[in-house]
């Protein structure tokens, strides 16, 4: 059973038939009980960072973030929440990645980064396991997670960023594998499959 | 860095697809679904759905498309049509859509873009933009190119972009339909003038075209509808175009 995190992203949906397609059994749940039992939890994010971070704290569910021991999957804004700190809206993250997030500085490109960007894969990983490194992501943000050393990937756009992390069971993909076609439905089938 | 983006558009009337149903091999000619399954296996980047419904009804026939469309789709796609507040805007994303498209609507109501960019994050918030030439500038229209209001082109671009909007779509009235080529002058001055991404509408009538608006004008996206529509330019046979032109395409 995959555990969707229910805290009102904008991609839940989109995460969950991605999941279905792969034919997995999935529930959308911010319920402590089920998100303990669940054998990986992904937790989804698109929106502003301070609302999503205010809605963790509501739920109760910042504590149980950072305690979890089975594989989670940060997506986009999910990822960025690993960060000590989050400068969108300037608020705390989980803490996970000792880091802080940065912004796309529009003087040298276009902000939102909107669009397919090629992602490098650096690191031998599980995620990208069939995944050529190189191939082809959706990615929509303006905040980044810079490099650091649990980065597994990276994309450039204006600097090099992390496009993906791994530190221990936290896995995080700054692009949306739910929007990135048949890579994407391989990636998140090896985040089931293989993490 | 990033791909320029190729995005088929599709006009939806009551949950039906009503332009470009010529198309060969098609089981159900009209169905939303099974048009946008085919761009998406084509190689689009991304779609667009302009609802054109005018029933009361509509809301509940489009978000139900929406849902549909989600299913099955692993592209992203953005929801435009007579979207009026920040609570239509969240019932559209729920159902999947990554985007949606504002146009008569922030015209009325400027706020409106700052509200919803706020609430759901830029990058799900384009701002649609109409224009027609008026001697050396661009009236901005609205109501489906109806209307003209006082309103300058590129101030107005300028204004949405500051207000939080995450893209402008950009789209020549006049230009609509012609064949006749993208407004290059035009595109890469508002390229320089504001710092979110612009996808430009209207005009495209051969590959060399969509070459120019990426090359000359540095545009990051092409929109296009009949072009596709009806056969006359495999979305596939465009991307190798402009591959072997030196662009930075995903195939």
Known sequence: ?195 | MLAKRIIPCLDVKDGRVVKGINFINLKDAGSAIELAERYSDEGADELVFLDITATQEKRNILIDLVKQVAKVIRIPFTVGGGIKSSDEIDEILKAGADKVSLNSSIVKTPGLIDEASKRFGSQAIVAAIDVKKSGDNYKVYVEGGRKETSLDGLSWCIEVCERGAGEILLTWMDKDGTRSGYDLEFLKKLGEEVTIPIIASGGAGNMMHFYEAFHKAETDACLAAGLFHYGEMKIGDLKSFLINKGIEIRL
């Open chain 1, 1 to 195: 059973m995959i555990a969707i995190i229910d805290y009102g992203a904008g991609n839940t949906a989109s995460v969950a038939n991605a999941i279905e397609e792969i034919g997995e059994k999935f529930e959308i749940t911010n319920r402590e009980g089920k998100i303990c039992k669940a054998d990986k939890i992904i937790f989804p994010g698109v929106g502003e960072a301070s609302s999503a971070v205010r809605k963790l704290h509501m739920l109760n569910l910042i504590n149980l973030l950072r305690i979890l021991n089975r594989p989670l999957l940060g997506i986009c804004l999910g990822m960025q929440i690993f960060c000590n700190r989050l400068i969108e809206g300037n608020v705390s993250g989980l803490g996970i990645i000792d880091i802080d997030t940065e912004k796309f500085k529009s003087a040298n490109v276009k902000v939102p980064q909107m669009g397919w960007n090629r992602v490098q894969v650096e690191r031998e990983n599980p995620l990208f396991s069939g995944i050529e490194s190189g191939e082809y992501f959706y990615f929509a943000n303006s905040f980044y997670v810079p490099l650091n050393k649990y980065t597994i990937a990276t994309s450039e756009y204006d600097v090099n960023f992390s496009s993906a992390v791994n530190k221990n069971n936290f896995f995080g993909v700054q692009f949306h594998p739910e929007k990135s076609g048949k890579n994407g439905i391989l990636l998140l089938r090896n985040f089931i499959e293989r993490c």
